[in-house]
Protein backbone atom coordinates (compact mmCIF):
# COMPACT_ATOMS: atom_id res chain seq x y z
CA UNK A 1 0.00 0.00 0.00
CA UNK A 2 1.01 3.68 -0.56
CA UNK A 3 2.14 5.21 3.01
CA UNK A 4 1.66 9.07 3.32
CA UNK A 5 5.00 9.95 2.71
CA UNK A 6 4.35 7.89 -1.04
CA UNK A 7 5.69 10.05 -3.81
CA UNK A 8 3.72 9.88 -6.79
CA UNK A 9 6.38 9.14 -9.97
CA UNK A 10 5.64 8.53 -13.80
CA UNK A 11 5.24 4.78 -13.89
CA UNK A 12 8.46 2.88 -15.61
CA UNK A 13 6.84 0.28 -17.27
CA UNK A 14 4.41 2.56 -19.67
CA UNK A 15 6.40 5.76 -19.14
CA UNK A 16 3.52 7.88 -18.24
CA UNK A 17 0.86 6.19 -20.98
CA UNK A 18 -1.31 3.98 -18.96
CA UNK A 19 -1.30 1.68 -21.59
CA UNK A 20 1.03 -0.60 -23.23
CA UNK A 21 1.36 -2.30 -26.66
CA UNK A 22 2.58 -5.70 -25.92
CA UNK A 23 3.43 -8.49 -28.83
CA UNK A 24 1.60 -11.02 -27.21
CA UNK A 25 -1.01 -9.70 -25.04
CA UNK A 26 -1.25 -7.02 -27.81
CA UNK A 27 -2.65 -3.16 -26.09
CA UNK A 28 -4.21 -3.18 -22.61
CA UNK A 29 -3.64 -0.88 -19.42
CA UNK A 30 -0.57 -1.06 -17.78
CA UNK A 31 -0.33 -3.50 -15.12
CA UNK A 32 1.96 -1.58 -13.26
CA UNK A 33 0.44 1.22 -12.56
CA UNK A 34 -3.46 0.15 -13.64
CA UNK A 35 -3.74 2.35 -16.56
CA UNK A 36 -3.13 5.42 -14.13
CA UNK A 37 0.24 6.38 -16.06
CA UNK A 38 1.91 7.12 -12.54
CA UNK A 39 2.44 5.03 -9.38
CA UNK A 40 3.68 5.73 -6.31
CA UNK A 41 7.09 5.00 -4.54
CA UNK A 42 6.65 4.39 -0.55
CA UNK A 43 9.21 5.30 2.04
CA UNK A 44 10.92 1.81 1.21
CA UNK A 45 11.27 2.78 -2.29
CA UNK A 46 9.09 0.15 -3.24
CA UNK A 47 6.36 0.75 -5.95
CA UNK A 48 2.45 0.34 -5.40
CA UNK A 49 -0.57 1.20 -8.31
CA UNK A 50 -2.05 4.53 -6.66
CA UNK A 51 -5.18 3.50 -4.94
CA UNK A 52 -8.48 4.97 -6.83
CA UNK A 53 -9.25 6.65 -3.58
CA UNK A 54 -6.55 8.29 -3.52
CA UNK A 55 -6.37 9.73 -6.56
CA UNK A 56 -8.51 13.36 -5.89
CA UNK A 57 -6.09 14.20 -3.37
CA UNK A 58 -3.41 13.18 -5.82
CA UNK A 59 -4.96 15.01 -9.00
CA UNK A 60 -2.67 18.59 -8.21
CA UNK A 61 0.20 16.67 -7.97
CA UNK A 62 -0.96 14.02 -11.16
CA UNK A 63 -1.77 16.99 -12.89
CA UNK A 64 1.71 18.71 -12.71
CA UNK A 65 3.62 15.65 -13.54
CA UNK A 66 1.49 14.86 -16.89
CA UNK A 67 1.90 18.75 -17.85
CA UNK A 68 5.87 17.96 -16.98
CA UNK A 69 5.75 14.88 -19.22
CA UNK A 70 4.00 16.20 -22.06
CA UNK A 71 6.54 19.30 -21.92
CA UNK A 72 9.00 16.72 -22.16
CA UNK A 73 7.30 15.79 -25.68
CA UNK A 74 7.23 19.06 -27.02
CA UNK A 75 3.84 19.64 -26.11
CA UNK A 76 3.37 23.29 -25.10
CA UNK A 77 -0.22 22.94 -24.43
CA UNK A 78 -1.11 26.16 -26.72
CA UNK A 79 -1.89 25.76 -29.98
CA UNK A 80 0.19 27.56 -33.10
CA UNK A 81 -1.95 30.46 -33.97
CA UNK A 82 -2.57 30.98 -37.76
CA UNK A 83 0.41 33.79 -38.36
CA UNK A 84 2.89 31.39 -36.43
CA UNK A 85 2.54 28.48 -38.74
CA UNK A 86 4.86 28.00 -41.03
CA UNK A 87 2.87 26.58 -44.16
CA UNK A 88 0.86 30.12 -43.84
CA UNK A 89 3.95 31.79 -43.53
CA UNK A 90 5.22 30.35 -46.88
CA UNK A 91 2.16 31.02 -48.75
CA UNK A 92 2.09 34.72 -47.50
CA UNK A 93 -1.33 34.29 -46.36
CA UNK A 94 -1.26 34.78 -42.33
CA UNK A 95 -4.61 35.51 -41.49
CA UNK A 96 -3.87 38.25 -38.93
CA UNK A 97 -5.45 40.70 -40.31
CA UNK A 98 -2.94 42.69 -41.90
CA UNK A 99 -3.50 42.17 -45.68
ZN1 LIG B 1 2.08 2.01 -16.25
Redesign the pocket.
Known amino acids: MCDDNAVPVR ?10 SDLFDGEG ?11 CRDSKGVDHPIPIEHLSALAETLEALEAERLRELGYTGQAKKPWDQAIRQARGNLLDGKD
Open positions: CPSCDGYGWIDCDWCQGIGYI
